[in-house]
């Protein structure tokens, strides 16, 4: 197991990760950097941690990393550095504009995986939490779920995607995109119940409706569209998936169950 981590970044995501390492392991041993001795004060009165400004002496406490600066930080960080000390370390990445091998490449370490943790979302009384994460090709199958068994202790269901597109859609899906969306299909319901005059389960049998009628009509525009694998695709592919999980969520009163509305709404009936 796991019993020291090092954290670049004590921003917004540090502290995010942090608070759920803490909460997952009380045990665990953690030194985080900042920008300024200001705000690694400020980390450990928030945190039962230890906090520095000096990037390199957080690299030496553990071999294993969380990277969670903004990508602009990025060059900034790596003049701070000797990178020859990350070849050790498994870097985990909040920075997900990298694909794993790529970042592998820029910070001269073969084992860097991309991770993007959700957050809570609730809905009412309902409870949502998946993350998700990809690997550089050098983790063998063993590393693999020796990293995913830590994390899922601290953020949930670990989900491995193949790439950088699929975790981004994965993100839009499954991370804070839904929290709104909820929100506002309930708004929605109530709003068609009030302005037309009907109850709200017949609104949200006309909001079913609607939805299945823009999912036939998305086929069509899909089935015409000459380049499967280009951007226009892509983004109508992922509306529909968000169609479907909405149509499973109105239908059953439990939002965004993983996979479910794929499973009854994929093939929607002519």
């Known amino acids: 197991m796991v019993k020291k981590v090092s954290i670049i970044g004590g921003g917004r995501i540090g502290k995010l ?8 392991y009380p045990d665990i041993q953690i030194l985080a950097s900042t920008k300024t001795r200001e705000s690694a004060t400020r980390l450990k009165n928030l945190f039962p941690v230890k906090s520095t400004t000096d ?5 030496s406490f553990s071999d294993t990393l969380f990277l969670c600066i903004r990508p602009d930080n990025l060059k900034e960080f790596l003049s701070q550095i000797n990178r020859e ?9 909040l920075l997900v504009i990298f694909k794993p091998d790529e970042l592998s490449k820029i910070l001269k370490t073969d084992k860097v995986c991309v991770f993007h943790p959700t957050t809570y979302l609730h809905y009412s009384e309902r409870e949502f939490l998946k993350s998700f994460i990809i690997f550089s090709e050098s983790f063998s199958k063993e590393e693999k779920e020796k990293i995913k068994n830590f994390l899922s202790k601290a953020f949930g269901y670990i989900e491995e995607e193949k790439d950088l597109n699929s975790l981004k859609e994965k993100i839009f899906l499954y991370g804070n995109f839904p929290a709104y969306l909820v929100d506002f299909i309930e708004k929605l319901i ?12 017949e609104s949200k049998k006309l909001l079913m409706d609607v939805l299945k009628l823009s999912m ?28 479907e999980e909405l149509l499973y969520s109105l239908e059953t009163n439990t939002f965004f169950k993983i996979d479910k509305g794929r499973e009854k709404y994929g093939k929607v009936q002519r």
């Open 190 to 201: 109530l709003f068609l119940s009030e302005r037309l005059k009907i109850s709200q389960e």
């Open 55 to 59: 990037n390199g002496e957080v690299l």
């Open 85 to 93: 000390v990350l070849k050790s370390k498994v870097v985990i990445s």
């Open 17 to 24: 990760i942090i608070k759920r390492l803490i909460k997952a």
């Open 216 to 243: 036939e009509e998305m086929e069509g525009i899909k089935n015409s569209i000459a380049t499967p694998s280009g951007i226009t695709q892509r983004g109508l592919k992922t509306i529909q998936k968000v169609i």
